[in-house]
């Protein structure tokens, strides 16, 4: 046997034997705005340490010790030959965007908003069961509605699903979010809904070592808008993620007044407040998603948004939607850069 086969072989040994604990809950939390959860008995099952071993033979025929991709499919959810239902890289988990499509049947279940809601988190979670991987590992929701004034039938149902866990529900975990208004969904379906998913085994040929005690940081701050439905700031290993920011006064609560201008500059500045509450910057990001409802607003908006970085601008993003929720012109969201990673550090 040559090392690259041994290391890969002592690899899945101790990641099945690691797996074994995966149903206990993460008990480490930080008291206060900020809270931990820990990953260090928070593995897969040794069935999907097998599944693991089955994708690592990239890496057992690599010529260097790059992650693998891992990528997955459950009858559980819908198939389909276009797209794989849950790609895992290094510490993150992409979950595809789900349907209100029941698998047994192929077709979208009857009812309206709220059944279809139901059924896309349904979709997801059993996507995520079946990698043993618990729902409250979710760091990222996004979700796509035909009508906006559907949200709150689909927060009842979503307020079922998070949090999932005791633990959770201890540090009212929920992940952050970003409503995104849409003319049409395939299958004429009222809602859709995606995620991104804390990894914290990693891929291999990620080192026991490494895996240990790493953990979700989540946080809030009185500087920017709260809401029970989401966290303003989710960090997992090396990337932050930041929910949709509204031009809302955190002190008010409202719209502010004024034009596209001064809704962005909210935006922005609501941002801003979320990411000097953890110890970064602005420059720190990496991504920005810019929601405008009227896309010819985009020279008054860059007037703005240059304001607010010194150095690199990040990658970005804009799109036109035909509303925004409490008739907002413009909603930002961010991913933001986290060297330091989440503890342990990596």
């Known amino acids: 046997m040559d090392d690259r086969n041994y290391r890969v072989q002592n690899f899945m040994r101790e990641m099945a034997y690691h797996y074994q604990v995966r149903n206990s809950m993460r008990d480490q939390m930080r008291i206060g705005g900020q809270f931990f959860f820990d990953h260090s008995s928070f593995k897969q099952s040794e069935k999907v340490a097998k599944n693991t071993a089955n994708e690592s033979v990239k890496f057992a025929k690599n010529p260097e010790p790059y992650p693998v991709k891992i990528a997955r499919n459950t009858e559980n959810a819908p198939k389909s030959s276009l797209y794989t239902q849950t790609v895992a890289f290094s510490h993150y988990n992409h979950i595809a965007a789900q349907l209100p499509i029941d698998p047994k049947s192929g077709g979208i279940v009857a009812g309206g908003v709220k059944e279809q809601a139901r059924q896309c988190l349904?979709?997801?979670?059993?996507?995520?069961?079946?990698?043993?991987?618990?729902?409250?590992?979710?760091?990222?929701?996004?979700?796509?509605?035909?009508?906006?004034?559907?949200?709150?039938?689909?927060?009842?149902?979503?307020?079922?699903?998070?949090?999932?866990?005791?633990?959770?529900?201890?540090?009212?975990?929920?992940?952050?979010?970003?409503?995104?208004?849409?003319?049409?969904l395939p299958m004429d379906a009222l809602i859709q809904i995606n995620a991104v998913v804390s990894h914290g085994d990693g891929t291999p040929p990620q080192i026991v070592e490494d895996r240990h005690r790493l953990v979700i940081r989540a946080n809030?701050?009185?500087?920017?808008?709260?809401?029970?439905?989401?966290?303003?700031?989710?960090?997992?290993?090396?990337?932050?993620?930041?929910?949709?920011?509204?031009?809302?006064?955190?002190?008010?609560?409202?719209?502010?007044?004024?034009?596209?201008?001064?809704?962005?500059?909210?935006?922005?500045?609501?941002?801003?407040?979320?990411?000097?509450?953890?110890?970064?910057?602005?420059?720190?990001?990496?991504?920005?998603?810019?929601?405008?409802?009227n896309i010819a607003d985009i020279d008054a908006v860059n007037e703005v948004y240059t304001t607010f970085f010194k150095s690199d601008l990040p990658a970005r993003t804009i799109i036109g939607v035909s509303a925004i929720s409490m008739d907002a012109l413009v909603q930002i969201d961010a991913i933001i850069s986290n060297g330091e990673s989440t503890p342990p550090g990596l």
């Not at 996004?142 to 005791?166: H, K, W």
């Not at 960090?235 to 008010?252: E, G, T, V």
């Not at 962005?264 to 602005?282: D, F, G, P, T």
């Open 220 to 293: 809030n701050t009185e500087n920017a808008p709260k809401s029970s439905l989401y966290t303003q700031t989710v960090a997992f290993s090396h990337y932050n993620h930041i929910a949709a920011q509204l031009p809302i006064d955190p002190k008010s609560g409202g719209i502010v007044a004024g034009g596209v201008k001064e809704q962005a500059r909210q935006c922005l500045k609501n941002i801003k407040a979320i990411v000097e509450s953890v110890a970064h910057v602005m420059d720190d990001i990496v991504k920005v998603n810019i929601q405008l409802k």
């Open 122 to 184: 349904k979709n997801i979670k059993a996507i995520l069961e079946s990698i043993d991987v618990p729902f409250d590992d979710i760091v990222k929701i996004n979700i796509f509605l035909r009508n906006l004034s559907d949200i709150e039938a689909v927060n009842e149902i979503y307020t079922t699903f998070f949090p999932d866990s005791a633990v959770a529900r201890t540090a009212a975990y929920v992940p952050a979010r970003t409503i995104i208004a849409a003319s049409a």
